[in-house]
């Protein structure tokens, strides 16, 4: 089990990493202000699904003891 989430955590991780540079890129590019804002939206809601995924894989591995 705390393989599965330490993957999952991973996962979610790198996702937060790819909203963040899609969202950078749109800033950069002059886009839509709309769509800056749902991707921001988008980074935190995958920051707090990553921040419960660490979380749990510590509690399930006992915290590192």
């Known amino acids: 089990m705390s393989t599965f989430t330490t993957i999952l955590a991973?996962?979610?991780?790198?996702?937060?990493?790819?909203?963040?540079m899609r969202g950078l890129y749109n800033m950069l590019k002059g886009g839509d202000g709309n769509r800056s804002n749902k991707l921001m939206q988008l980074r935190?809601?995958?920051?707090?699904?990553?921040v419960v995924l660490i979380m749990l894989t510590l509690w399930i591995t006992g915290g590192g003891r």
Do not use: R, S, T
Request: glycine content about 6%; hydrophobic content about 90%; proline content about 0%.
């Open 10 to 20: 991973v996962i979610v991780m790198g996702l937060v990493a790819l909203v963040l």
């Open 44 to 50: 935190v809601l995958l920051q707090a699904i990553a």
